[in-house]
């Protein structure tokens, strides 16, 4: 299983990115997928999860109202559309599907596919 991130990019305070994350080679409608990002000098942490059928999503507090995840079973996509972005959200972000965990979790150990990370930079 593969998953490739992008859409990632240098974008104003306030401004607005949408990530992609294409999942191939698995079955992706069973995996339930996370993003986390890991910005400099700090910690990886949990952003966003939803779950397989997409009917259930979970959010970081710091992200929750701002960002929102979706995804795409028959294009083996997720999304991550992130609105009003601050400088704090500079980061690598990375997404994650978890075949065990099919309602998505935010424990980032218990997914089994990694993507390379996409980078955001927000300027203020």
């Known amino acids: 299983v593969q998953l490739q991130a992008s859409g990632g990019g240098l974008v104003q305070a306030g401004g607005s990115l949408r990530l992609s994350c294409v999942v191939s080679g698995g079955t992706f409608s069973n995996y339930g997928v996370g993003w986390f990002r890991r910005a400099p000098g700090k910690e990886r942490e949990f952003v966003a999860t939803i779950s397989r059928g997409g009917d259930r999503t979970y959010y970081a507090d710091s992200v929750n109202g701002r960002f929102a995840i979706s995804r795409d079973n028959a294009d083996n996509t997720v999304y991550l559309q992130m609105t009003s972005l601050e400088p704090e959200d500079t980061a690598d972000y990375y997404c994650?599907?978890?075949?065990?965990?099919?309602?998505?979790?935010?424990?980032?150990?218990?997914?089994?596919?990694w993507g390379q990370g996409t980078l955001v930079t927000v300027s203020s």
């Open positions: 994650a599907a978890a075949r065990g965990v099919p309602s998505g979790t935010r424990f980032a150990e218990l997914y089994d596919y």
